[in-house]
């Protein structure tokens, strides 16, 4: 089944140079990229995107961590993967969210750390399910960033100019 996962790149793969090295990773999934940027996380992005991890202890760190507060990178690289079984395809490869826990020979596994202050840099961030997936692309990307129709989308008018959005 064809699916697509938002792929995070995050502060601390962008500071260890990853991108490359994660790209080419995830090239072996044979999945294509349909959507790419470069983005500033305001607060209220970074809030939205994990707001499940809300009541966590470390919420307030995680949260300086995706906006790049604590690794002086204020930005992170946002992608879509799209083809069949994007989402399984691209987790495997990711590894475990604790990076010491993760397969050595994933992603995480091979560049991530936790530092001595408890933080989990786990170099990217990728959609777990399908709702996962919907809520993160709509909420990171609108419908003419991405070269595919994903979800369903309608015209509205932003500033005299028609705009699409999603539905
Ligand atoms: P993911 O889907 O594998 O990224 O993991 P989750 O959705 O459970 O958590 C989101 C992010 O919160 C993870 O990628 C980590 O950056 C962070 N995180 C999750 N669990 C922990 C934890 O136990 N401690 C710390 N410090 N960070 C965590
Ligand atoms: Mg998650």
Redesign the pocket.
Known sequence: MNQQALVLIKPDGLKKSLTGNILARLSETKLEIVAAKMVRVTKELAEEH?KH?KDKP?FK??IK?IQGELHDRRKVMAMVYWGKDAIEKVRELAGS?NPEEAESTSIRGSFGRITTS???E?VL?AS?DTEEAEREIKLWFDPDEIIVELYPTKKTIVDKHEKRVWS
């Open positions: 994990y991890m470390f760190e995680l961590y969210t408890g933080i989990y786990n961030h777990t």
